[in-house]
């Protein structure tokens, strides 16, 4: 028998905006052997045209004989099902990795249902029935915990804002379809080499004069805006003093190896066999009236339990540890308010949205039109919305996924080398300003 049948075949449904492209990259690399004898990948966007931000890496992914790009919509049960059909000649699926759900903040709780939870469902269905013997299903970081130290897969995390709640709703309904090889991988916010978005945004609030700036551990604002302050040569400052909130952090390159690392743990386990091992219940958080309505949804009493692994570096990122960090990478500092500015801030935060754009996204334009050569196209940005400006807490425990599937992490530490790595890739595909102290 070749290699190429003795693989396994895999489908990754959503997530390019976010982390499929990386995925995509692990399993069949631009070049060398690929982990899988046949990759899909099924999303909104289009690749050709791009909708959405591909980074220079990713259309050599693509080209791959091994890879189909699969544009689709995933709300649509039929076209979920169509998905699963393998090509002419090749054995069903073995693995499918949901990196699906609506990661923007601003919209309302009827897209969450419907680009998260229903999205989701469709797939897992579908999966269920094919008897795939892996299904990953990635949760970004939605959740709120404590400045006191890392949580374990066992204590409850609670979501907060009503995009989370619904990420969160969609975990229990993972959970409670029984014959589903279900693995839930939880992964801190996102940094590394094309990661231009994340959905959960930590703020930095940051001032000159009295306008506000927010930075995000989803790598491209904590950059993109660190790198205006070190433009100005001024410091930049946060409002949540005293900067001990855990804002743990993970490499794009271990959100892809423990997605794998999930997958071929669980293939020649099962679901009862893996629930005994590594199963969590995971509780209610939402409104009992609202779950009512939703199609899927299990009984608020209900604790289904499923497999859960944190993913996240060693570094044990805080706020001022990694605005410290980021900032002297820029060549500026980081600092924070008294306690008298710190109030008069939180009371004035939502209505500085606008002032707080103007000033950095101007900035940030002025980079871009000065630079030598200028950049005329770039996904980053400095915009801040109003989710992104208030204050977020997310702290991990690495030990279980370490303990139980022997993972190693392949990107540690969370330190300047990486940044440089960033936005070398950044300059280098023309999308990042080359301008002093950027």
């Given at each position: 028998?070749?290699?190429?049948v003795?693989?396994?075949?895999?489908?990754?449904?959503?997530?390019?905006?976010?982390c499929?492209?990386?995925?995509a990259?692990?399993?069949?690399?631009?070049?060398g052997?690929?982990?899988?004898?046949?990759?899909?990948?099924?999303?909104k966007?289009?690749?050709s045209p791009?909708?959405t931000?591909?980074?220079?890496?990713?259309?050599?992914?693509?080209a791959?004989?091994?890879?189909?790009?699969?544009?689709a919509?995933?709300?649509?049960?039929?076209a979920?099902?169509?998905?699963?059909?393998?090509?002419?000649?090749?054995?069903?699926?073995?693995?499918?990795?949901?990196?699906?759900?609506?990661?923007?903040?601003?919209?309302?709780?009827?897209?969450?249902?419907?680009?998260?939870?229903?999205?989701?469902r469709?797939?897992?269905?579908?999966?269920?029935?094919?008897?795939?013997?892996?299904?990953v299903?990635?949760?970004?970081?939605?959740?709120?915990?404590?400045?006191?130290?890392?949580?374990?897969?066992?204590e409850d995390?609670?979501?907060v804002?009503?995009?989370?709640?619904?990420?969160?709703e969609?975990?229990r309904?993972?959970?409670?379809?029984?014959?589903?090889?279900?693995?839930i991988?939880?992964?801190?916010f996102?940094y590394?080499?094309?990661?231009?978005?994340?959905?959960?945004?930590?703020?930095?609030?940051?001032?000159t004069?009295?306008?506000?700036?927010?930075?995000?551990?989803?790598?491209?604002?904590?950059?993109?805006?660190?790198s205006?302050?070190g433009?100005?040569?001024?410091?930049?400052?946060?409002?949540?003093?005293p900067g001990?909130?855990?804002?743990?952090t993970?490499?794009?390159d271990?959100?892809a190896?423990?997605?794998?690392?999930?997958?071929?743990?669980m293939?020649?386990?099962?679901?009862?066999?893996?629930?005994a091992?590594?199963?969590?219940?995971?509780?209610?958080?939402n409104?009992?009236?609202?779950v009512?309505e939703?199609?899927?949804?299990?009984s608020?009493?209900?604790?289904?339990?499923a497999?859960?692994?944190?993913v996240?570096?060693?570094?044990?990122t805080?706020?001022?540890?990694?605005?410290?960090?980021?900032t002297?990478?820029?060549?500026?500092?980081?600092?924070?308010?008294?306690?008298l500015?710190?109030?008069?801030?939180?009371?004035?935060l939502?209505d500085?949205e606008e002032?707080?754009?103007?000033?950095?996204?101007?900035?940030w334009?002025?980079?871009?039109?000065?630079?030598?050569?200028?950049v005329?196209?770039?996904?980053?940005?400095?915009?801040?919305?109003?989710?992104?400006?208030?204050?977020?807490?997310?702290g991990?425990?690495?030990d279980?996924?370490?303990?139980?599937l022997?993972?190693?992490l392949?990107?540690?530490?969370?330190?300047?080398?990486?940044?440089?790595e960033v936005?070398?890739?950044?300059?280098?595909?023309?999308?990042?300003?080359i301008?002093p102290?950027?």
């Amino acid at each position: 028998m070749s290699d190429s049948v003795e693989k396994p075949s895999a489908i990754i449904f959503g997530g390019l905006n976010t982390c499929s492209r990386a995925l995509a990259a692990l399993l069949v690399p631009p070049q060398g052997d690929s982990l899988v004898s046949h990759l899909r990948i099924v999303d909104k966007f289009s690749v050709s045209p791009p909708t959405t931000y591909l980074g220079s890496e990713f259309p050599k992914v693509l080209a791959r004989p091994e890879v189909e790009y699969r544009q689709a919509n995933l709300t649509i049960p039929s076209a979920v099902a169509s998905a699963f059909d393998p090509p002419a000649g090749q054995a069903p699926y073995t693995y499918v990795f949901d990196l699906s759900g609506e990661v923007n903040h601003d919209r309302g709780e009827v897209i969450a249902i419907k680009m998260t939870f229903n999205v989701s469902r469709n797939i897992a269905l579908e999966a269920a029935k094919r008897n795939v013997k892996a299904y990953v299903r990635l949760q970004h970081p939605v959740y709120e915990t404590s400045d006191k130290g890392p949580i374990d897969e066992k204590e409850d995390a609670k979501p907060v804002k009503t995009l989370n709640i619904w990420w969160h709703e969609t975990l229990r309904m993972l959970a409670s379809i029984e014959n589903l090889n279900l693995v839930i991988l939880r992964i801190g916010f996102v940094y590394g080499p094309y990661v231009e978005s994340g959905l959960c945004k930590t703020s930095y609030s940051l001032r000159t004069r009295f306008s506000y700036a927010e930075k995000s551990f989803s790598d491209a604002l904590v950059i993109t805006v660190a790198s205006i302050y070190g433009y100005m040569k001024k410091p930049m400052k946060t409002i949540w003093g005293p900067g001990k909130d855990p804002v743990n952090t993970v490499h794009i390159d271990d959100v892809a190896s423990a997605l794998w690392a999930c997958a071929e743990w669980m293939g020649p386990l099962g679901r009862k066999e893996a629930n005994a091992i590594a199963g969590e219940k995971i509780s209610f958080h939402n409104d009992k009236g609202k779950v009512k309505e939703v199609a899927g949804t299990c009984s608020p009493d209900a604790q289904p339990v499923a497999p859960i692994f944190n993913v996240v570096d060693d570094s044990e990122t805080t706020l001022a540890k990694g605005g410290a960090m980021i900032t002297q990478f820029f060549g500026t500092t980081f600092e924070f308010y008294s306690s008298l500015e710190t109030a008069m801030a939180k009371l004035k935060l939502e209505d500085l949205e606008e002032e707080i754009n103007e000033h950095h996204v101007g900035t940030w334009t002025e980079m871009l039109q000065l630079s030598n050569p200028p950049v005329t196209h770039t996904p980053l940005n400095a915009y801040m919305d109003k989710y992104a400006l208030s204050r977020h807490r997310l702290g991990y425990s690495n030990d279980k996924i370490k303990r139980i599937l022997g993972y190693q992490l392949k990107r540690p530490k969370f330190c300047q080398e990486t940044l440089q790595e960033v936005v070398d890739k950044w300059k280098a595909e023309g999308s990042w300003p080359i301008v002093p102290n950027a």
